[in-house]
C-alpha cells in the first residue's frame, strides 16, 4: 500500500472550501484513496465530501493519504502536494 503522510496546509484545516477542493482532487485521481488523521484515525474515503469534513483536520494537523491501486505514487504525491501547500484552486495537474 502506498501512503503519504503530509501537514494541512489550509490554515483553518480542511474544512468547507478546502476540503471541496481537495475531494474534487481526489475524485479526478480516478483510484480509490483513503484519509485519516496520523496517529491511528480511522480512514474514510477520500473522495467522500462528507468522510472529509468528519475528520476535523486542523491547519498543521499531520494527515495519511492511502492506496493500494495501481498509479496510487503519482496520484498520492499531487494529492499530498495540495495538501501541504494549501491551494486555493485545483491545479489543472491533479
Known sequence: M???RVNVGWAEGLHARPASIF???ATAAGIP???AKAGGG???NAASMLGVL???AQGGEEIVLASDAD???AA???LAKLVAEGLEELPETV
Do not use: S, W
Open 2 to 4: 502506498a501512503e503519504r
Open 23 to 25: 475531494v474534487r482532487a
Open 33 to 35: 484513496v483513503t484519509i
Open 42 to 44: 480511522t480512514p474514510v
Open 54 to 56: 468528519g475528520l476535523g
Open 71 to 73: 498509479g496510487a505514487e
Open 76 to 78: 498520492l504525491d499531487r
